[in-house]
């Protein structure tokens, strides 16, 4: 054989063996093939780093609920405003009437959601059906949402229950909350200048949580307010009554003038001038309508920058309440099954935008407005400013823990909210709302306690908390406020007299949730420079560790800033020894 046979029978046999062992391994006789398989990847989606919510890991897109009543369960009556926070209660029902295939038809429940945007006529309804269970325990039980903000003056309703035999009592459990959708719309000067609106006007459905937005801006940039909005006061903020959130915006809209009394100094003066709203206090729809009809106001301040004010709070009567421990557990899951499915899949959201628009019955509002604006947008006005308008958020389980404070270093956000402003309405309208229910009083964790026991050690999908980086400092100020936090002579400790502002201003800072905190420290002039120097920053840090041992998930790493300014930033002479005591302050700055 020739040497150049030689070479082609050895190619032949080389690529026979070859072959063969391919054809060997791909059998299956010698290895077993891999469960899965290794792929090349061209790019890989990660979840958002700050803010996000990493639901979709978790939670797998579930069959949406069907069109068809479900016709079966306990009958419950839902009464809702027209606001976005509710979108996982809408997917939960499936329809304004809960349908085949829903969450709550699953859990026992027949359920029918009804507009009411009336909180006077949300009262008066809980009433009557307090007195209808009395003669008939099986009748349809009623459940109404309300902006947690707004609970303390709701719960004047107590009085009036007490007579039907019964009391209020919170469903401990929420839908969701406002996140930028009220909201205080005001003439853009006021951003940069807050002392600006001294001696102007807010439209607002009064002791109502929008006008809560005011009232917290106004508290946080020291200035003054005048509740009564029957005069005007030049020297303070004044307000406008209307009937609701959406009238509020047509105040402002149409600019009629109100005749007022003008008041200097706590005295009438005799004189009537008229008065317009120069700016509103409202919410989706509300600040769509101001945009689009006239234009020329701004955000301001919103739940967007005071995110846990306004979550979604669900009442009922204590009656129904302990007479049905099955169906408040069964409304709860309902609610936190489908809470993940709109947080994590748009086709469930934008289900539940739907049968919002068939709720709220606005011709011109189709699924595809909710959905809009329970994202946020910035587009322009009337004017072609760019603004802000909507914004709202669903919770799932664990937001209800992180809410009310089951979480693990938790505290409870709501009781802050609650008692923050239950103490602001009370102070401005002694008359009409001289105390209000303590939140104890009708506040059982123990349905979400039993819940939380079930669900350990399982998996479920995490609350959505806020990120804070360090080195992050505050860019845009929302407001800036002195506090007189008494220390012990030349120290930075606290004397006892400190513990009630230092509760007050924990309080106030939890409700501004999303907001970064600076502390500012100062000192009179008495002593070494040098020595004042570090005092005010032991001082301010001293404030800066209270705040998070009180609470780690309120004031997370990074969220707390503090800065150091000696006696170089006077307020008051330090010639009297009640100018030196306004020097001695501590200013906290909230802003983004």
Aim: glycine share 8%; hydrophobic share 40%.
């Amino acid at each position: 054989m020739t040497t150049r046979g030689k070479i082609v029978i050895g190619l032949l046999l080389v690529a026979a063996l070859y072959f063969g062992i391919n054809k060997l391994v791909s059998s299956g006789a010698v290895f077993k093939k891999a469960e899965t398989q290794s792929v090349m990847l061209n790019s890989i989606e990660l979840p958002a780093a700050t803010g996000g919510s990493r639901a979709t890991i978790v939670v797998p897109l579930a069959p949406l609920p069907g069109t068809a009543p479900a016709d079966k369960g306990t009958p419950v009556v839902w009464e809702v405003m027209a606001w976005n926070s509710q979108m996982a209660g809408m997917l939960a029902n499936g329809g304004p009437r809960s349908t085949m295939g829903s969450s709550m038809a699953a859990n026992g429940l027949d359920l029918q959601i009804v507009r009411q945007d009336d909180v006077s006529k949300m009262q008066a309804d809980l009433v009557k059906n307090a007195l209808d269970l009395q003669n008939k325990p099986a009748m349809p039980g009623l459940i109404v949402s309300i902006m947690g903000d707004g609970l303390p003056a709701f719960s004047a309703v107590q009085t009036q229950l007490q007579k039907a035999g019964t009391s209020l009592q919170i469903i401990p459990y929420s839908v969701g909350k406002s996140f930028g959708e009220d909201k205080l719309m005001g003439p853009k000067e006021w951003l940069d200048s807050p002392k600006s609106a001294l001696g102007k006007t807010i439209a607002c459905y009064l002791r109502d949580g929008d006008q809560n937005i005011a009232l917290k801006w106004c508290a946080d940039n020291g200035l003054k307010v005048n509740p009564d909005e029957t005069t005007y006061d030049p020297e303070a903020v004044n307000f406008m009554a209307a009937s609701d959130f959406l009238v509020a915006a047509e105040k402002y809209i149409l600019g009629k003038p109100e005749a007022r009394t003008k008041v200097v100094n706590g005295k009438n003066t005799g004189v009537i001038v008229d008065v317009v709203a120069d700016a509103v206090a409202t919410w989706t729809p509300g600040d769509v309508n101001i945009a689009k009809q006239r234009g020329g106001l701004v955000n301001i301040v919103s739940t967007k920058d005071y995110s846990n004010q306004m979550p979604n709070i669900m009442v009922t009567t204590k009656r129904w309440y302990d007479a049905h421990p099955k169906e408040v557990l069964g409304l709860m899951t309902a609610f936190a099954v489908a809470g993940d499915q709109v947080k994590s899949h748009p086709e469930a959201l934008a289900r539940a935008a739907d049968i919002s628009a068939t709720v709220y019955g606005d011709q011109d509002k189709p699924g595809a407005y909710w959905l809009k604006y329970y994202k946020s947008v910035s587009e322009a006005d009337r004017n072609g400013d760019v603004v802000e308008l909507g914004g709202s958020k669903a919770f799932n389980f664990s937001d209800n823990l992180n809410l009310f404070g089951l979480d693990e270093g938790g505290t409870n956000i709501y009781a802050a909210v609650y008692k923050t402003f239950g103490d602001v309405q009370s102070k401005l309208y002694p008359k009409e709302l001289p105390s209000y229910v303590p939140l104890a009083d009708m506040l059982d964790l123990t349905p979400l306690k039993k819940l939380q026991a079930q669900y350990k050690g399982k998996t479920v999908a995490p609350a959505e908390t806020q990120q804070f980086a360090a080195d992050d400092e505050i860019r845009q100020s929302v407001s800036k406020r002195a506090w007189n936090i008494a220390f012990n002579s030349g120290q930075s400790t606290f004397t006892p007299a400190a513990e009630r502002d230092l509760n007050q201003l924990f309080n106030d800072l939890v409700v501004a949730g999303r907001l970064k905190v600076a502390v500012h420290g100062h000192t009179d002039n008495t002593g070494d420079p040098s020595r004042n120097q570090q005092l005010s920053e032991d001082r301010a840090m001293a404030v800066q560790h209270w705040l998070q041992a009180k609470s780690r998930s309120a004031f997370p790493d990074g969220r707390v800033q503090v800065y150091a300014h000696g006696a170089t930033e006077p307020v008051a002479s330090n010639a009297t020894p009640d100018g030196k005591a306004k020097n001695r302050r501590v200013e906290i700055v909230l802003g983004n």
